[in-house]
């Protein structure tokens, strides 16, 4: 049938509306950095005796377990986020979340700790697919790139906030070391709980209730939405032009042979671009944030309680660039912003890996110097979500956000923290300044990459960078698919 109902949101002005809705689905993304930055934090103090004992190894293996949960979940719940709707999955998720988060504080062996850490994994990996393609499908066309790298941006403030609670729970002094780390991630359970009570409502998102045949409710969820944004006004909501109606029609989810065929012929060469740039800054950021902590200890001789003074500056350039940058990407354009933003973070990782490698930096010095290197990567990293959550049609964008981030997650996550928690072992810098110029060189590559092949999709509506699979004459099928677009 022909809608109208894209367009409607995609016309609508930014409202408080819009604004509580990106704080109660963008929090996945503050929980997974106050996650990440706890354990990054701990890592130190997760070695004594006193606490669970680990080895250096055995950090490193939790950071790679913990993304692996991630690459499981997004897989799992992708696909259900697609099938039986966003906001069941999105609640789903960061109960799942919760629960394992306040269990990893609980744990008293180093088995149950990491086997923790894989579980809360699974929560957030959920949380990455139903959450993108929901914010984007809520979210008008001309502000999408700056409000969705902002929001994968704050993980950085759950870094920040990391880092702030982990100075007071290391604090020997106020807490006894044996305990302060375990409250850290009850404290991040409690967090969670707040936040599902908040989220329960935000409503399902009215283009999937098209697809799945509830127009009635998507149509009262738009009225609902438009009342909210437009209270106040003196003028009536303009009405949308016939031309920009959209045909979407209702059918089963489709099958998985037909979402690969859909990605392998129809997009191959957006699911190229896409893969490259998920792998490249999964590999970059998790290889080298994982083992902060241990780089700062080992090589500069950091007390493990003031690693979290290290963290702020870092924070701050990954906060500052989605903020400073994202609007680029909605006036400049996606493929040339996407370039420069990962080129340029390749070669301030390679020139930071090249003074590391000769001594010439100080503790201070290498904060600062990763500080510049993320303000580029941390737009970067959060453009490739975006690219993947809107080049995609309707009916597959969870599943291909989740297929995508859990290849580029699996491949660049999973093997990064483990491979440079062996290379910090070893004690050589020029081992460990190796894996940073090759992190370079991935990220700069699949830059390029994308100024190549990628899409024009700024400003545009999600429905005009990618046609719903409905919008021709019959079903998908696999001897009818259109010819592959660019």
Known sequence: MLTDIPARLDRLPWSRWHWRVTVALGVAWVLDGLEVTLVGSFGSILERPGTLGLTASQVGWAGSLYVTGAVIGALLF????????????????LAIYMTATLLTGLAAEAWFFILCRFATGLGIGGEYAAINSAIDELVPARVRGRVSLAINGSFWVGAAAGAALS??????????????WRFGFIMGAVLAFAIVLVRRHVPESPRWLLAHGRAAEAERIVADIETACWAGQAATLPAVPDGMRTRIGARRAPRLAEILHALFHRYRRRGAVALALMVSQAFFYNAIFFTYALVLTRFYGVADTRVGLYIFPFALGNVLGPLLLGPLFDLIGRRRMIAVTYVLAGAGLAVTAWAFQQAWLDAAGQALCWSGVFFLASAAASSAYLTVSEVFPLEMRALAISMFYAVGTGVGGAAGPALFG????????????GGYAFSAALMAAAGLAALRLGVDAERRGLEDVARPLTADAEPLQAARCPKRER
Do not use: Y
């Not at 992708?78 to 998720?93: N, P, Q, S």
């Open 167 to 180: 100075l007071v729970l290391l604090d020997e002094a106020l807490i006894p070391v044996q305990w302060g």
């Open 78 to 93: 992708g696909r259900m986020a697609d099938t039986i709707g966003r906001k069941r999955l999105f609640l789903a998720t």
């Open 422 to 433: 062996i290379l910090i072992e070893s004690g050589q810098r020029g081992a460990l300044a």
